[in-house]
């Protein structure tokens, strides 16, 4: 079922580019194509996702009709394009999807999963709200049903920890001080990171991820805090990723953005500006206590 949750992951994330770019149905494969190298080569399910996109673009207007049912107050153009994707998958996998393959439990539940991970403070709910009135529209098909297809889920204590680190980078420039700040390709500007390798000092690790990531020589100066998110990896299953971040300066220079999936736009934001953007949930407490430390010196 990792295989499964990643695929859908993938498809999502394809449907946000064609949403978003207005990319051409033809082109759409290409697309899949190079997302599936960039993030699960051999360890997604091609026939399932090419299955999967082709059946939510080939009913995509029917589903947006039923989205704007189910929501009347929500114009399907004001759900964020996360969400109304994520509405798209999984209403396709409710209403048209074999459901001995994906039963209408599971179709929720995914989707829940997706919104929890991809979207904004609400997206779950939201989801949650979309696709419960549907199922009850539709007559709880399985409500009854003991889904025998998850395994026991690992205890978190036993789950393997993968160390990850990232940084609040700021710069000086003209008297006005500056954030170097990475955008998501669902929607979210967050803080540069990334995988620390076994046995290597954090604070290396911390400030070799920032070079290649954005292309900054950085030095890190005070400890910001860590945060922990849960990840389905294939190969490993459930892994608690803890993330430790730092307040790190460096010059006002060209952000250099490393070409991989993921990350789609790099830029510098005055101090004044980066409270007005959509932040994840548990990285705006890092940023503000970065912005905090920063104006006490002062």
Known sequence: MANRHLSRSIVLQTLF??????????????????????????????????????????????????????????????ISPVDRN????????????????????????????LAKQFGGDNSSRFVNGVLGAV?????????????????????????????????????????????????????????????????EDLNVGAVRKLKDEIGLDVVLEDELGKNEYIATQPEKGKVRKQVSYFLAKSEYVDIVLEKKGGLDDAKWFRVADILELNFYEDILPIVTKAITILVSRK
């Open 86 to 113: 994520i509405l798209r998958l999984g209403l396709y996998e409710l209403l048209f999807a074999d459901r001995k393959e994906v039963p209408a439990k599971v179709a929720i539940n995914e989707a829940i999963e």
């Open 135 to 199: 199922y009850k529209e539709i007559g709880e098909p399985g409500k009854d049903e003991i889904s025998k297809r998850r395994k026991k889920d690992v205890p978190y204590d036993e789950m393997p920890i993968e160390r990850l680190a990232g940084a609040v980078v700021y710069a000086e420039h003209e008297g006005v001080m500056y954030l170097a700040l990475v955008h998501d390709i669902f929607g979210h500007w967050t803080l540069s990171k990334g995988r620390i390798d076994e046995g």
């Open 17 to 78: 580019e064609w949403d978003l770019n207005d990319i051409e149905r033809a082109e759409i494969g290409t697309v899949l194509d190079r997302n599936v190298s960039e993030f699960a080569p051999n360890k997604a399910d091609a026939l399932y996702m090419v299955g999967l996109l082709d059946g939510i673009l080939g009913k995509h207007s029917e589903l947006d009709q039923i989205i704007t049912k189910a929501a009347p107050e929500w114009p399907i153009d004001r």
